[in-house]
């Protein structure tokens, strides 16, 4: 597709439960990025992807949260045994370093909600 | 401590009126970009100002970048219904942190017909 996609839109989640959410980055896009928007609120950077790997891991804000990459495309976010602060807007974007600008263009998001 | 902080947190104007954001950084940057945000969803990139301009315009918007005082401006010009939406500052960092953008907390502009 020509811009970034996640997956699902919505999700509605109970305690303690796993989630996947899933980004589909722009076409040759090396770079992928998640963050974390709660109400009202900035976005907080989780993690970086540079191709398959992650050099900057540091905003993810507990060992529940992990993330991959696989063939410098899809990555996965995935919160285990939620709870309820994670309920928050979780945003993906991508940006190529093809230009010397870090450009980000983002998906629309997944709203998760841990009941 | 966030590394972009917007004021006003909240702006109403009308339809016609400029609308001016600022926000405030703390460290060294390379570029400085303002994105928009409709309905508490994705982020579409305005414009970018490098750390050695000063003013850049693209079509109804002016950014304004001043290092010294570590702040920018962005004026929306003649403002429409349509542009109702939060506006998010965001910078990078020097060297090997700039792949990494760091966002304020975003001005919510309304525009009222």
């Known amino acids: 597709g020509a811009g970034v996609s996640q997956s699902p839109s919505n999700k509605v989640t109970e305690k303690g439960k796993d989630v996947e959410l899933r980004c589909d980055p722009i076409s040759g896009h090396t770079a992928l990025y998640w963050y974390r928007q709660s109400l009202g609120q900035g976005l907080e950077f989780l993690i970086y992807f540079q191709g398959n790997s992650a050099p900057d891991k540091s905003g993810l804000p507990s060992d529940r949260f992990s993330a991959e990459r696989t063939g410098g495309s899809v990555s996965t976010l995935t919160i285990q045994r939620t709870q309820q602060e994670d309920s928050a807007v979780y945003l993906c974007?991508?940006?190529?370093?093809?230009?010397?600008?870090?450009?980000?263009?983002f998906g629309a998001g997944t709203r998760l909600s841990v009941l | 401590s966030q590394q972009g902080e917007e004021d006003p947190q909240a702006l109403s104007i009308q339809e016609g009126e400029n609308a001016t954001m600022n926000c405030s950084y703390k460290?060294?940057?390379?570029?400085l970009q303002w994105y928009r945000q409709n309905s508490g969803r994705g982020l579409v990139h305005l414009i970018l100002i490098r750390s050695n301009e000063r003013e850049k315009h693209s079509g109804r918007l002016r950014v304004t970048l001043d290092t010294s005082k570590k702040s920018s401006s962005l004026l929306i010009t003649a403002s429409r219904a349509a542009d109702t939406a939060s506006y998010f500052c965001?910078?990078?960092?020097?060297?090997?942190?700039?792949?990494?953008?760091?966002f304020g907390k975003g001005t919510l502009l309304t525009v009222n017909p």
């Open positions: 965001a910078t990078d960092g020097r060297g090997g942190s700039n792949y990494k953008l760091t």
């Open positions: 460290t060294s940057i390379n570029n």
């Open positions: 974007a991508s940006s190529s370093y093809l230009t010397l600008k870090n450009i980000q263009y």
